[in-house]
């Protein structure tokens, strides 16, 4: 194996790469294994690259010498049975996704949210159905904590107690699992679609380097693939008019709607800017009859779903629907995309800026390079994407922005950063073949660049609740331990109680179970005021009783 990874790296310039990447993520690793200790503060805006310089530094020439890797080894097929790139893509998702929590010990969490929905998992298992009433969760997204269940019993047997090690791993480790799904899903994509050995891995390196999401236990983990999954299918139906595809991309068609609620709303909009860009094309508008089937199928399938859990949530999705519809009509398209960066503190404002900023230039750049290539090859597939892209961009994008931005609009770039990537790399090529593109060709080639060093400071910005320290779990697990019922354990349950003083300025009311490190967490986000934050932690302290602490968590009974 050795010897082949060897024989692969051929010429001087690529062996001095090869070198570079391994002094580089060996100076990272050992960047963060000395200095990423202790607890996050509201300092720490990139999160462990805020402990030391050297850490950012090294993470930024790992990444570089990485791109330049598999940049200069894309062309051709050669080298199919290198093991090299392989190792190259494990260290380049492991630099950022994995290796960070592996070093700080304080993580026991890989998002801040990943812990309620395990115990919604965990409500499944143990009592063997969902409950919309304890929680509308469950039918916004049942499949996922249906498969979660299942999941749990396979692997683990019926938990006992919240300290079982599968919970441990799930709120952990989830995101390992995530990948391990997504790689097979995404190398076929990029595959089907024209993209060489060597060009699919560059594009694998720059889907997990420039997403700046963590893959966290949720539903929208899943989701994610699903969609991808489904655009590719889409595609092959449109380019080789595929029928034997049809029945696959119905079941999952079905899945997605089971799975996330969000994600089907992106499928709308996806099947329906394809709907447009084949009435434009006439290279494609033979797969139009099909592309209007399986749309209705979606459609009507997604409405029978709604009027089955109607008693929940249709009433909050039209609720939803209306109130950015006024908003938009109030305030204008600046006052609500003002509103969607705002932030009372204003360090996270900037953080929360300079975010948008990133996702706005991915948007506009894969859009640009899809709609190049679709000049250049006149391709109704490409026309589709383009039209995919940039009707999801706008519809949900406007949609987000409505609801308040932050964590809704990022989704957008993240479901689309497979098109994205493959359109980079194709955008590339073609540039390539053109004999009066090299500008374009540089311009594109310094994008990425700035996007890779830019990647990391996205990644891991303003989320310094992103993992629930180890004692706040202790407390979580201090809470089920008193509890009677799985239902009135519930993290939401918390959650609100934690919530209600804070949105609507009232005192602590008796039987209010207040969790500090939730109120924490909130004013950080919310108000962003550091020193109402002390005041009200506090105040806490005073009127309420301490049922249990530790030295960052303190649960109280009001």
Same mark, same amino acid.
């Given at each position: 194996?050795?010897?082949?990874?060897?024989?692969?790296?051929?010429?001087?310039?690529?062996?001095?790469?090869?070198?570079?990447? +391994?002094?580089?993520?060996?100076?990272?690793? +050992?960047?963060?294994?000395?200095?990423?200790?202790?607890?996050?503060?509201?300092?720490?805006?990139?999160?462990?690259?805020?402990?030391?310089?050297?850490?950012?530094?090294?993470?930024?020439?790992?990444?570089?010498?990485?791109?330049?890797?598999?940049?200069?080894?894309?062309?051709?097929?050669?080298?199919?049975?290198?093991?090299?790139?392989?190792?190259?893509?494990?260290?380049?998702?492991?630099?950022?996704?994995?290796?960070?929590?592996?070093?700080?010990?304080?993580?026991?969490?890989?998002?801040?949210?990943?812990?309620?929905?395990?115990?919604?998992?965990?409500?499944?298992?143990?009592?063997?159905?969902?409950?919309?009433?304890?929680?509308?969760?469950?039918?916004?997204?049942?499949?996922?904590?249906?498969?979660?269940?299942?999941?749990?019993?396979?692997?683990?047997?019926?938990?006992?107690?919240?300290?079982?090690?599968?919970?441990?791993?799930?709120?952990?480790?989830?995101?390992?699992?995530?990948?391990?799904?997504?790689?097979?899903?995404?190398?076929?994509?990029?595959?089907?679609?024209?993209?060489?050995?060597?060009?699919?891995?560059?594009?694998?390196?720059?889907?997990?380097?420039?997403?700046?999401?963590?893959?966290?236990?949720?539903?929208?983990?899943?989701?994610?693939?699903?969609?991808?999954?489904?655009?590719?299918?889409?595609?092959?139906?449109?380019?080789?008019?595929?029928?034997?595809?049809?029945?696959?991309?119905?079941? +999952?068609?079905?899945?997605?709607?089971?799975?996330?609620?969000? +994600?089907?709303?992106?499928?709308?909009?996806?099947?329906?800017?394809?709907?447009?860009?084949?009435?434009?094309?006439?290279?494609?508008?033979?797969?139009?009859?099909?592309?209007?089937?399986?749309?209705?199928?979606?459609?009507?399938?997604?409405?029978?779903?709604?009027?089955?859990?109607?008693?929940?949530?249709?009433?909050?999705?039209?609720?939803?629907?209306?109130?950015?519809?006024?908003?938009?009509?109030?305030?204008?398209?600046?006052?609500?995309?003002?509103?969607?960066?705002?932030?009372?503190?204003?360090?996270?404002?900037?953080?929360?800026?300079?975010?948008?900023?990133?996702?706005?230039?991915?948007?506009?750049?894969?859009?640009?390079?899809?709609?190049?290539?679709?000049?250049?090859?006149?391709?109704?597939?490409?026309?589709?994407?383009?039209?995919?892209?940039?009707?999801?961009?706008?519809?949900? /994008?406007?949609?987000?922005?409505?609801?308040?931005?932050?964590?809704?609009?990022?989704?957008?770039?993240?479901?689309?950063?497979?098109?994205?990537?493959?359109?980079?790399?194709?955008?590339?090529?073609?540039?390539?073949?053109?004999?009066?593109?090299?500008?374009?060709?540089?311009?594109?080639?310094?994008?990425?660049?700035?996007?890779?060093?830019?990647?990391?400071?996205?990644?891991?910005? /303003?989320?310094?609740?992103?993992?629930?320290?180890?004692?706040?779990?202790?407390?979580?697990?201090?809470?089920?331990?008193?509890?009677?019922?799985?239902?009135?354990?519930?993290?939401?349950?918390?959650?609100?109680?934690?919530?209600?003083?804070?949105?609507?300025?009232?005192?602590?009311?008796?039987?209010?179970?207040?969790?500090?490190?939730?109120?924490?967490?909130?004013?950080?986000?919310?108000?962003?005021?550091?020193?109402?934050?002390?005041?009200?932690?506090?105040?806490?302290?005073?009127?309420?009783?301490?049922?249990?602490?530790?030295?960052?968590?303190?649960?109280?009974?009001?």
């Amino acid at each position: 194996m050795l010897k082949k990874a060897i024989h692969s790296i051929g010429d001087k310039k690529t062996y001095i790469i090869v070198i570079a990447i +391994v002094i580089a993520y060996i100076a990272y690793a +050992v960047s963060l294994f000395t200095w990423c200790r202790g607890y996050y503060t509201y300092e720490d805006m990139f999160g462990p690259l805020s402990k030391h310089v050297a850490i950012a530094i090294s993470i930024a020439l790992f990444l570089l010498a990485s791109f330049l890797y598999f940049f200069s080894s894309k062309r051709g097929d050669g080298g199919r049975g290198s093991i090299l790139p392989i190792i190259v893509l494990v260290l380049s998702i492991t630099s950022i996704r994995i290796l960070p929590d592996v070093a700080d010990s304080y993580y026991d969490q890989n998002f801040y949210d990943a812990g309620g929905h395990m115990t919604r998992g965990a409500f499944v298992t143990l009592t063997g159905h969902s409950n919309p009433n304890v929680d509308a969760y469950f039918d916004l997204q049942p499949a996922f904590f249906w498969f979660t269940a299942m999941f749990i019993n396979i692997a683990y047997g019926t938990p006992s107690t919240p300290n079982d090690p599968i919970f441990s791993f799930f709120v952990k480790w989830f995101h390992v699992v995530a990948i391990i799904i997504y790689i097979p899903i995404l190398f076929e994509f990029l595959r089907k679609y024209g993209l060489n050995y060597g060009e699919t891995f560059l594009a694998l390196f720059l889907f997990f380097v420039l997403s700046f999401s963590r893959f966290h236990y949720a539903a929208q983990t899943y989701a994610n693939a699903l969609f991808w999954l489904s655009i590719a299918l889409l595609l092959d139906i449109i380019m080789y008019r595929d029928t034997k595809k049809i029945f696959m991309l119905m079941l +999952v068609f079905t899945s997605t709607i089971f799975v996330h609620e969000g +994600v089907t709303i992106f499928m709308v909009a996806a099947l329906t800017s394809a709907t447009i860009a084949l009435l434009l094309s006439k290279h494609a508008r033979k797969s139009l009859p099909t592309i209007l089937m399986l749309s209705t199928y979606f459609l009507i399938a997604w409405f029978l779903y709604l009027l089955y859990i109607s008693k929940f949530t249709l009433s909050n999705f039209a609720g939803a629907v209306i109130s950015v519809i006024k908003r938009y009509l109030f305030e204008g398209v600046t006052g609500v995309a003002s509103q969607g960066v705002y932030r009372a503190w204003k360090p996270w404002e900037e953080i929360v800026m300079f975010k948008a900023v990133y996702m706005g230039m991915l948007i506009i750049s894969g859009t640009i390079s899809t709609a190049w290539m679709y000049k250049a090859t006149k391709s109704g597939a490409y026309l589709t994407r383009a039209f995919i892209i940039l009707g999801v961009s706008i519809a949900i /994008g406007a949609v987000a922005t409505g609801l308040g931005g932050a964590g809704y609009i990022e989704r957008v770039p993240e479901l689309l950063l497979p098109l994205f990537s493959l359109a980079f790399v194709e955008t590339h090529k073609q540039f390539n073949k053109c004999k009066y593109c090299d500008a374009l060709k540089k311009a594109l080639t310094t994008l990425m660049m700035f996007f890779i060093v830019t990647a990391p400071f996205v990644y891991f910005s /303003g989320r310094n609740f992103q993992s629930v320290l180890t004692s706040v779990d202790n407390a979580g697990n201090f809470l089920r331990m008193h509890t009677q019922t799985i239902a009135e354990l519930y993290i939401t349950t918390m959650v609100r109680s934690a919530y209600a003083p804070l949105l609507t300025n009232s005192t602590f009311t008796s039987n209010t179970l207040y969790w500090l490190q939730i109120d924490i967490q909130t004013l950080y986000y919310l108000i962003g005021n550091l020193q109402i934050m002390y005041q009200h932690a506090d105040y806490a302290r005073i009127v309420c009783s301490v049922i249990y602490f530790n030295p960052s968590v303190q649960l109280l009974y009001c």
